[in-house]
């Protein structure tokens, strides 16, 4: 448990990148080796995150100044549509044959090149590295994850959608074609870049709807449970923003099959993430709230009948920066690397 391996972090002046550097400088197998943010080069990182002052860390450089021949693990905290060609040279590369690469953009999450194209309004750059990409949502994906060079890691709408369902639809537990899934984020899922509509006096006291009908996270979501069931499925899919900072709750409407009801449904779940770590199914009449996984990288699940027979409710809470983006990155790094899974992420949930 001595060796380490060098880290570097592209992107790292973001909320994902603030978050991999507060979660990995605890992980006793990491150095932090490198921190990219081209339009803060040069700058000491507690000079973009004062809250993370006391570490050593390496100044802020450019990509193009990181030595490769001392990196081991690659995290790419950079947006969509500047990733493909970045990881496609460091993977073909001098250095690539050795690098681990996991991606929290939306650049490889997609399996067919022409789905990002129509969501993501240009054409995939890396086409033949999507086809090795791997979707790194640990729990469902945790083999091919292991022997993967490059992972995709999940979006955070996603993460708090497929681990409720993927089970359900496995088991053949609810109807495919009557899935609602009703999200709401805290505020830092837009980033940190300056954007009108995450301006304070924009978020706080209310909440409302974005991207109805046309969210990206959509496809990914389909994607991962039209897999599950065998057959496509498709889903009404709208998420909200709240006024708060972290934290997801997706509230999803399910219809069950024959048999089956809001028990046969929890024990499934149950049974499925009785080994698991990160996600925990609560008990009946429990809700689980955003605050009881603050700060983690801890899922938590609910399961409700509905007041209609043979409807059932679902509830799923995680936080979007943790679980929805980089601790579920660092639990890939894990796997991938072969360390134990809950290195770097055993902290417990900030309360209140």
């Not at 301006?199 to 209310?206: M, R, T």
Request: contains cysteine; negative net charge; aromatic residues 6%.
């Amino acid at each position: 448990m001595s060796e380490r391996v060098n880290v570097a972090i592209l992107g790292a002046s973001g909320y994902t990148g603030a978050e991999l550097v507060r979660l990995l400088a605890r992980h006793p197998r990491v150095t932090l080796a490198a921190l990219t943010a081209n339009r803060k080069a040069g700058q000491a990182f507690a000079s973009v995150f004062p809250h993370l002052g006391g570490l050593n860390l390496p100044v802020l450089s450019t990509i193009e100044a990181v030595d490769w021949s001392a990196i081991d693990f690659v995290f790419c905290a950079l947006p969509h549509g500047t990733t493909q060609t970045i990881i496609g040279d460091l993977l073909t590369g001098p250095h690539g044959g050795r690098l681990r690469i996991a991606d929290l953009s939306a650049d490889f999450r997609l399996a067919d090149p022409m789905v990002y194209q129509t969501w993501y309004g240009h054409a995939h750059e890396a086409v033949e590295l999507q086809k090795e990409a791997v979707y790194g949502l640990t729990e469902i994906n945790r083999a091919a994850i292991a022997t993967a060079r490059l992972v995709a890691v999940p979006g955070c709408y996603p993460t708090s959608a497929q681990l409720p369902l993927i089970p359900l639809l496995r088991a053949g537990l609810i109807d495919p074609d009557a899935i609602i899934i009703d999200a709401k984020s805290g505020a830092s899922g837009a980033g940190r870049d300056a954007k009108e509509g995450s301006l304070h006096c924009e978020v706080s006291e209310g909440i409302h709807a974005y991207g109805v009908g046309t969210h990206r996270h959509g496809p990914e979501i389909e994607q991962g449970l039209s897999l599950a069931a065998g057959r496509p499925v498709a889903v009404t899919f709208t998420p909200h923003l709240m006024p708060m900072n972290r934290g997801i709750l997706s509230t999803i409407y399910l219809r069950a099959t024959a048999g089956n009801d809001a028990t046969t449904l929890r024990q499934a779940l149950s049974a499925a993430y009785a080994d698991e770590v990160f996600v925990r199914v609560v008990p009946e009449g429990v809700s689980p709230h955003t605050r009881h996984v603050r700060g983690s990288n801890f899922v938590l699940i609910g399961v409700h009948a509905d007041r209609v027979p043979g409807r059932v409710i679902v509830t799923c809470v995680e936080d979007n920066l943790v679980k929805g983006a980089s601790g579920q990155a660092i639990q890939d790094m894990n796997v991938m690397l072969g360390f134990p899974e809950t290195l770097g992420l055993d902290q417990q949930p900030l309360f209140p």
